[in-house]
């Protein structure tokens, strides 16, 4: 069964990590899938191979998702290549890790760019050709599927992390609010909040045993995470399976967000 069967989906920041599984699983459910890359392309055209060895159809764009003309083009070669978008992931992300009071603008400015401007950014253009071209019967129940890679840090505070933390905030609102402004188009969005899952971005939490068993204290079920138990929700939320979910934060994190600081009476 290919519950994406003929739509073409963009996956930002997608050559490593959870971007990369979810551009993978939604090209295995037939969709046509964009690999957006920022610098590491020779990543993002091995994942290209994967696909097309697998009988699937992707391209591999470069574009910095914070940068407004890099994302207009990045959607011109995705129209060029695919026609048009079905589903839109906004997945790149970063972090840039102080101490609050020796943060830098620099450091406070690239993550809310990247975060938060970029999922503003992509999901503009995302919206103007869902609303453009309106509901294609039999490919999708909706006009169009966003995506947001939100955090448990978009509710839980994160000491060290206030830039990160306040962009992921900053998407839960983004996300609830364009969902509302988009649902009469019917155009879904929503959210998916990961906690701990094994990638690059926090290799140093869980790649050595102490590492990870500390990590484990704040996980009640038991594991770190893999991209794949998010590309799952993905492909879920991206299909119509899904289709009365609509400006929701799925989070998908092990209990982290359970506050198993307070089992045994706190
Ligand atoms: P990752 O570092 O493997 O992936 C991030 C991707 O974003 C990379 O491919 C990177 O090249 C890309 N990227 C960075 N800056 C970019 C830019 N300017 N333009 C385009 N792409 C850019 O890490 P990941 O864990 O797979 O992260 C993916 C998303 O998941 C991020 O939004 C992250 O905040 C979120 N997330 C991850 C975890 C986790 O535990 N791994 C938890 C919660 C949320």
């Known amino acids: 069964m290919q519950r994406l069967k003929g739509q073409s989906a963009l996956v930002t920041g997608s050559s490593s990590g959870i971007g990369k599984a979810m551009a993978l699983a939604m090209a295995r459910e037939g969709a046509n899938v964009v690999i957006n890359f920022h ?28 940068k407004e003309a890099d994302v207009k083009r990045m959607f011109g070669r995705m129209f060029e290549a695919f026609g048009t978008i079905d589903i839109l992931v906004n997945n790149a992300g970063l972090q840039k890790d102080a101490s609050f009071v020796d943060m830098t603008l620099d450091d406070w400015e690239k993550v809310i760019g990247i975060n938060l401007t970029g999922q503003f950014l992509c999901a503009r253009e995302a919206a ?32 060290g992390h206030v830039n990160y933390a306040a962009s992921k905030g900053g998407v839960m609102l ?14 879904r969005v929503n959210s998916i909040a990961p906690g701990a899952i ?27 995470g893999v991209p794949e138990d998010i590309a799952n929700a993905a492909v879920w939320l ?5 289709d009365y979910v609509h400006g929701e934060t799925l989070v998908i994190d092990g209990g982290m967000t359970l506050y198993p600081g307070f089992v045994g009476n706190g």
């Open 198 to 224: 094994k990638t690059p971005i926090n290799r140093s939490a869980w790649a050595d045993p102490e590492s990870e068993k500390k990590l484990l204290e704040l996980i009640p079920y038991g594991r770190v």
């Open 238 to 242: 991206a299909s119509d399976d899904s």
């Open 174 to 187: 983004l996300m609830k609010s364009i969902a509302q402004e988009l649902a009469p188009y019917k155009i």
């Open 39 to 66: 610098s590491n392309e020779s990543s993002a055209q091995q994942i290209v191979e994967e696909i097309t060895s697998e009988g699937g159809n992707a391209i591999a764009i470069g574009a910095d998702v914070s």
């Open 128 to 159: 103007k050709e869902f609303i453009r071209r309106g509901v294609v019967e039999g490919r999708s129940v909706a006009a169009g599927k966003i995506i947001c890679i939100s955090s448990v840090h978009e509710v839980i505070p994160w000491a």
